[in-house]
């Protein structure tokens, strides 16, 4: 079957600062569909935002990021787990830091335990490991690591959802009379520069570090769709009957 990975941000996963439930069943239920066409790798941020709801903390201190992913990433495994369970699909953690892709060794680790996960039928959640990779480190955001786990693993495609319809020529949040671009083919050197602009304070990438991992993937022949998460008509029209409604297609086709 044909690999696809996919990764959903902290903006569709969380309301308020917990984790969206409504949402991730949906979601959940999206990708049960998809692991009968294909096989599928999931990519989920959400550890930071489960770990500040969930921890008992007087909530103005401040512990830190890596520390509130910590106590988050198996809060969010535990809920995957509830979900999956409902349509009996088993899942797995998967936690990656710039250094497994550092060295074919290490990377062959990782290859080698997603082969077999996907081999008998289990679901890979990747998280970038919050705890120990260091500010200088590649990614800090899951949008390139989804990228780059979407190459070393032999992906046909990568599919990001957040809580936009998808690449837009200025930001729609801020501009109403923004335009969808539907296809993009070549992303210029300006476009891959601009500032982060994440939604939340959970969230780390913002649109830049999408173009970046669409970049990555269209170098590579991978093609990356990117659409709204919080409706997941566009993603499911687009990955069950091929066809577009919405969501921005990145292709050097
Ligand atoms: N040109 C643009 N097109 C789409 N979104 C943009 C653009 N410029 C900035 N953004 C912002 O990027 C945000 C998505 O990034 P982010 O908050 O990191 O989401 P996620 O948590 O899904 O990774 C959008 O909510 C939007 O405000
Ligand atoms: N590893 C972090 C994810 C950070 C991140 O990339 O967030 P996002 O930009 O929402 O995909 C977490 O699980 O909270």
Do not use: W
């Not at 690999?3 to 439930?21: H, S, W």
């Not at 106590?71 to 699909?89: E, N, V």
């Not at 570090?209 to 008509?233: E, P």
């Amino acid at each position: 079957m044909k690999r696809l990975v996919i990764k959903v941000g902290t903006a569709v996963l969380t309301e308020n600062n917990n984790i969206a439930k409504e949402r991730m069943l949906n979601l959940v239920s999206l990708v049960a569909e998809l692991k009968k066409k294909y096989d599928v790798v999931l990519v989920s941020s959400g550890a930071v935002a489960a770990g500040y709801s969930a921890l008992k903390l007087d909530k103005r201190k401040q512990i830190g990021k890596k520390a509130l992913a910590a106590a988050g990433q198996p809060i969010l495994m535990t809920s995957y787990k509830k979900k999956f369970d409902i349509y009996d699909i088993d899942t797995a953690q998967i936690l990656l830091t710039e250094d497994d892709f550092d060295s074919r060794k290490r990377t062959k680790m990782f290859q080698e335990i997603i082969d077999a996960h996907l081999q008998n039928d289990i679901l890979p959640i990747v998280n970038e490991n919050d705890i120990t990779s260091t500010p200088d480190q590649l990614f800090g955001d899951n949008d390139q690591l989804s990228a780059n786990v979407a190459f070393a693993i032999g992906a046909e495609q990568l599919i990001i959802l957040s809580d936009i319809e998808g690449y837009f020529d200025k930001n729609p949040k801020e501009h109403a009379d923004a335009q969808l671009r539907k296809k993009v083919t070549i992303l210029t050197p300006g476009e891959l520069l601009d500032d982060a602009t994440p939604s939340s304070f959970f969230a780390t990438g913002g649109i830049v570090t999408k173009l970046k991992a669409a970049d990555f993937v269209m170098r590579r022949g991978i093609d990356m769709f990117l659409c709204n998460g919080f409706d997941l008509t566009a993603a499911r029209n687009y990955l069950l009957d091929g066809e577009q409604t919405s969501g921005t297609l990145f292709t050097t086709e």
